[in-house]
């Protein structure tokens, strides 16, 4: 069964850092991409940042220069480092990766960037 858990939201101030991070079990991260999502109420879920299963990196306008997404294989873990967090990047981030044309998506996690 494939699983996505991310970890590590919470409170920060503006101007504050957190890491992410996105755990695969039933699945090998390493031979596919791991995408970054974000969600406000009433919003759709933004990409944020993706990075290929050769390492290549993509992201939004919006984090270019403050988010850095990353993999770890040999712990079958991606994580997305934040940095300069400010008010707007307040919303629950999803991981998120295709295997066999399905979706699949973690519960996502809370990041409150508030003072």
């Known amino acids: 069964q494939v699983q996505l858990v991310e970890s590590g939201g919470g409170l920060v101030q503006p101007g504050g850092s957190l890491r992410l991070s996105c755990a695969g079990s039933g699945i090998s991260l390493s031979d596919r991409a791991v995408d970054w999502y974000r969600q406000v109420p009433g919003k759709r879920r933004e990409l944020v940042a993706s990075?290929?299963?050769?390492?290549?990196?993509k992201y939004a306008d919006s984090v270019k220069d403050r988010f850095t997404i990353s993999r770890d294989n040999a712990k079958n873990t991606g994580f997305l480092e934040m940095s300069a967090l400010r008010p707007e990047d307040t919303a629950v981030y999803f991981c998120?990766?295709?295997?066999?044309?399905?979706?699949?998506w973690g519960q996502g996690t809370q990041v409150t960037v508030s003072s």
């Open positions: 998120h990766i295709i295997f066999n044309w399905q979706d699949y």
């Open positions: 990075i290929a299963s050769g390492g290549r990196r």
